[in-house]
């Protein structure tokens, strides 16, 4: 029986590429058709060696596409009629192969050709090992695609097929089925301006030194993508970061917390706020113009003083925006995040431990969210999928708190 999903009566063009988890497509064409899609399947030539384009084809209930010169398709533009047919494209698996080709624009086989022949939406599902997974030349591939506004689903963590453990695992059909479906759904924030804030903030003491932090940028970076693809106007504020600007998403570059929060009080008619740049508290106190010398002292101090609170500052605003605020914590994570979220006059708070390989830098986190009527646990995950998952929650309570 057929569900009534975001997934009715989507066209999606799924492509197979050539990886042991292969077999994991055929589940994903059950459920996408049972979700009310119709699906229909490109197979990579190395895709066919681990499952057979008969099993797909009766799944789907369509003719299964593999060749870029097919003589039986008319005129031979198989690639173009599947990119204009198709709402969604979905490669699951994709490999790294598949991946370096997308990031090149190479067409040298029907998938890649119709990939670049598309205007639809592109998500892609990795699998591979996880020393292939964390290579520089796959992420840099991954970079260059994610920049293009192609979805990334996943990948797994766990064991692999090779008999080792790690990231590049496929994500379970199930997973890959929930997380399109959101990607799917019509734009819940269009016309609402969302501003967030990212990275670290870098605190002078002289030409050449400063106070920071381990902020990368990568969680804030996350939300602002999240928060483009519910339709939102999103202007992202963010410390000094080495990452691409995501698609759709206005930048302001800063160095310090009172930069950072001149631009916030800047900007006009917020209806979301996320504060998730770590913030130096303090600054130095004196700016020194010149490098600061060695001299014979055993002991030198630098007087600090107070930073202005930027979510503060938003939470007194006449039209107070749905705040919502991070919490690093490397302890008593839950009560120090509660009492942050009544401080600052929050509407949410997702905190996250931090130190030892946690929530800094890493491409994974794990965040407690709460509200003021509620909270939920988004265990760890990629920092993309839990952007996702945290933008869902944040437009439930936003719209909760508005029919209010
Ligand atoms: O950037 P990554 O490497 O991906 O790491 C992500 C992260 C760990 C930095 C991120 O998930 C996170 O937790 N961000 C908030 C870090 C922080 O500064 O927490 P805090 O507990 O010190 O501050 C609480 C809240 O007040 C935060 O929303 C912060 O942005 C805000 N704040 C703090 C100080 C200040 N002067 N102004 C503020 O607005």
């Given at each position: 029986m057929t569900e009534q999903t975001s997934l009715a009566g989507k066209k999606i063009v799924l492509g197979v590429s050539g990886s042991i988890a292969a077999y994991k497509a055929a589940d994903l064409v059950r459920l996408c058709t049972k979700a009310g899609a119709e699906v229909k399947v490109v197979m990579t030539q190395a895709a066919s060696e681990f499952i057979t384009p008969l099993t797909m084809q009766t799944l789907s209930g369509n003719p299964v596409a593999m060749t870029l010169l097919d003589a039986d398709e008319e005129a031979a533009m198989g690639h173009i009629k599947l990119a204009r047919w198709a709402d969604w494209v979905l490669i699951a698996p994709a490999t790294a192969n598949t991946i370096a080709g997308l990031a090149q624009g190479r067409t040298e086989d029907l998938l890649s050709a119709l990939c670049l022949a598309t205007?639809?939406?592109?998500?892609?599902?990795?699998?591979?090992?996880?020393?292939?997974?964390?290579?520089?030349?796959?992420?840099?591939?991954?970079?260059?695609?994610?920049?293009?506004?192609?979805?990334?689903?996943?990948?797994?963590?766990?064991?692999?097929?090779?008999?080792?453990?790690?990231?590049?695992?496929?994500l379970e059909p199930e997973q890959i089925l929930a997380e399109l479906s959101q990607l799917v759904l019509p734009p819940k924030l269009a016309k609402k301006r969302l501003v967030i804030t990212a990275g670290p903030t870098h605190e002078p003491i002289d030409p050449v030194r400063f106070i920071g932090n381990r902020s990368s940028g990568k969680m804030g970076f996350a939300m602002a993508t999240a928060a483009a693809e519910t339709g939102a106007e999103v202007i992202l504020v963010t410390g000094p970061v080495h990452l691409a600007t995501p698609p759709g998403v206005t930048r302001i570059d800063v160095e310090t917390a009172s930069q950072m929060h001149e631009a916030v009080e800047k900007i006009e008619s917020i209806d979301i706020f996320i504060g998730c740049a770590a913030v130096a508290d303090y600054r130095p106190q004196q700016y020194h113009d010149k490098k600061i010398k060695k001299t014979a002292e055993k002991q030198r101090e630098i007087s600090l003083i107070e930073n202005p609170d930027i979510l503060a500052g938003v939470s007194q605003r006449k039209q107070k925006p749905f705040i919502v605020g991070f919490?690093?914590?490397?302890?008593?994570?839950?009560?120090?995040?509660?009492?942050?979220?009544?401080?600052?006059?929050?509407?949410?708070?997702?905190?996250?431990?931090?130190?030892?390989?946690?929530?800094?830098?890493?491409?994974?986190?794990?965040?407690?969210?709460?509200?003021?009527?509620?909270?939920?646990?988004?265990?760890?995950a990629l920092k993309s999928h839990l952007a996702r998952e945290l933008m869902r929650l944040i437009i439930e309570r936003y719209d909760a708190k508005n029919s209010a």
């Open positions: 205007t639809v939406p592109i998500a892609l599902a990795p699998a591979m090992n996880n020393k292939m997974w964390t290579n520089k030349a796959t992420q840099a591939n991954l970079a260059v695609i994610a920049e293009r506004g192609m979805h990334l689903l996943g990948p797994a963590s766990g064991d692999q097929a090779c008999g080792e453990q790690g990231e590049g695992r496929l919490a690093a914590e490397t302890d008593n994570i839950t009560d120090y995040a509660k009492e942050k979220m009544v401080r600052k006059q929050l509407d949410m708070i997702a905190a996250n431990q931090v130190g030892k390989g946690l929530g800094f830098a890493v491409d994974t986190n794990a965040l407690q969210v709460f509200w003021h009527q509620g909270d939920a646990v988004l265990p760890q």
